[in-house]
């Protein structure tokens, strides 16, 4: 949250329609908060099995899945081997 807190509320919603799906519960910061309030999808599925979420991608017709949390501790890196969008990109986190 402090890396990206702005990022998701800096792309022209003409060109982008933002969705965050948050993988780590609310931990109540206010990183959390401005990441939740900067999207315009934000949708929690920390409690979501794999296969739900990449349901749930693939209705949202989402072509582009940008991986955050890499190989870091509490990352669902098995959303992305299940080919949940198109394009998939990794971006901070470990390679």
């Known amino acids: 949250g402090q890396l990206m ?9 003409s060109d982008f329609e933002i969705f965050v799906y948050a993988m780590g519960k609310n931990d109540g910061s206010c990183w959390y908060a401005r990441v939740e309030a900067s ?6 599925v920390s409690s979501w099995p794999a296969d739900q979420i990449v349901q749930q991608i693939v209705a949202d ?16 890196n098995e959303i992305f081997a299940l080919r949940c969008a198109p394009l998939q990109v990794q971006f901070l986190g470990f390679p």
């Not at 807190?5 to 919603?13: A, E, I, K, N, Y």
């Not at 999207?39 to 929690?44: I, K, N, P, Q, S």
């Not at 017709?61 to 669902?76: E, M």
């Open 5 to 13: 807190g702005s990022v998701f509320s800096l792309h022209d919603p």
């Open 39 to 44: 999207a315009e999808h934000f949708l929690d």
């Open 61 to 76: 017709r989402i072509h582009i899945a940008v991986n955050i949390n890499g190989f870091t501790k509490g990352s669902r």
